[in-house]
């Protein structure tokens, strides 16, 4: 080997242990988040490279708080969300689940009835007479158990046999790590009984910032030729649609309020996008599902998922009953979500990829929310 290629492979290992070196450079701080209602103490988790500043709680294993830099370098927060523990638990009537993982189902099941190898389950219909995101008392109120990791933080939760109506003993891990300038969330799961398993992430972003206005003239772009459009309950119906020729076709980057308020059937029934997106890709391939892009800050995400879904939900029931971390109070479209997961109402519609966990399996999936600039 002559002088020059071996210098050559030595300078390439140089710049390889030099990103990894830039990448590892994670800190993880453990505070204070307050107290609960009953007493028990949340934390919260910072976690902070030069990229990215991410603020984890183990309530509800919430992301609080996204800091990354807009085109000028100038740090910003782009997640909705409160100060401290007591915001999210007093949201009574009215939950938002503001960073939450939602689960043990995130999303809706029909009338919340589903059943599994002929035993028929009943769930709590806590939304329009379906259940959603898990139930009343899902995985979005309970106080996870973390454990400090050198580049982020993993949560555990155990959710017994009948947890919500669930069936099966349920154990959760939702892993948060930094890398460079993306935030990776890795799931698990495993079961000591067929049940069915659907979790997401629901931050709402506002890449120009939280309190910043609305995200309307935010655009999209949606990796997917099909969308489920839905009954009045926000139910898929009829299986996938194309989205050619409708005000859900975001294959090309479109600000978000360009048609939200077109004459559309499924506009009108959802008070703006709260529909699942047909990715184009398939069940457990990691690809793009999402980008975002905000004009006024030049801050865009890209969404990756091994997801099939994605739920995108502009914000439409934010009614300014609650205000967040910046003080002003969220109104419709003050952030939105990119819930990546599996179809709704998967466990009564067998046509969809399944989201059914047996004894013995275990249950992966990944997401990961990368940010950068471009003017
Ligand atoms: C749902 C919305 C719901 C919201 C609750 C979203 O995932 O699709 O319909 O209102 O969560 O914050």
Redesign the pocket.
Request: with cysteine; hydrophobic share 25%.
């Given at each position: 080997m002559g002088m020059q290629s071996t210098g050559v492979i030595l300078l390439s290992m140089m710049m390889m242990a030099g990103t990894q070196g830039a990448m590892a450079a994670v800190s993880v701080t453990k505070s204070d988040f307050g107290k609960l209602k009953d007493g028990q103490s949340a934390e919260l988790y910072t976690l902070k490279d030069a990229d990215l500043e991410v603020k984890i709680t183990n309530y509800g294993a919430r992301i609080v708080a996204i800091g990354c830099k807009d085109q000028n370098g100038k740090m910003g927060d782009v997640a909705l969300g409160y100060n401290s523990v007591s915001g999210y638990e007093n949201e009574a009537d009215k939950?938002?689940?503001?960073g939450a993982v939602?689960g043990r189902y995130?999303?809706?099941i029909r009338n919340g009835k589903f059943s599994i190898d002929g035993h028929q389950y009943t769930v709590p219909a806590n939304?329009n007479g379906n259940a959603?995101?898990g139930g009343p008392h899902g995985f979005d109120e309970k106080l996870w158990i973390a454990k400090q990791l050198p580049d982020g933080v993993e949560f555990t939760l155990v959710s017994p046999d009948g947890d919500q109506g669930f069936p099966g003993k349920l154990t959760a891990h939702v892993r948060y790590t930094l890398v460079g300038d993306a935030l990776h969330i890795n799931y698990s799961a495993t079961t000591d009984k067929p049940t069915v398993v659907n979790l997401?992430n629901?931050t709402y972003f506002n890449l120009s910032g939280d309190g910043q206005g609305d995200i309307l003239g935010e655009e999209l772009q949606l990796n997917a030729d099909q969308y489920t459009p839905v009954d009045k309950g926000?139910i898929p119906v009829g299986g996938p649609k194309p989205v050619a020729g409708t005000p859900f076709d975001f294959r090309k980057m479109t600000p978000i309020g360009q048609r939200i308020n077109d004459k559309n059937e499924q506009l009108q029934i959802?008070g703006g996008y709260?529909?699942n997106w047909v990715l184009n890709g398939g069940a457990g391939q990691m690809k793009v599902a999402a980008k975002l892009y905000d004009p006024k800050s030049g801050r865009e995400l890209t969404v990756s998922t091994t997801e099939p879904g994605v739920?995108f939900?502009s914000?439409?029931?934010?009614d300014g009953s609650y205000a967040g971390k910046a003080g002003a109070k969220y109104q419709k479209h003050a952030g939105l979500?990119l819930?990546t997961q599996h179809y709704?109402d998967s466990p009564n519609q067998s046509q969809f990829p399944t989201t059914e966990l047996k004894a013995g399996q275990t249950m992966h999936s990944e997401t990961i929310f990368a940010f950068s600039t471009k003017k």
């Open positions: 939950k938002t689940y503001f939602v995130g999303n809706r939304n959603l995101h997401t629901h926000l959802a709260d529909h739920q939900y914000g439409n029931f934010l979500c819930e709704p």
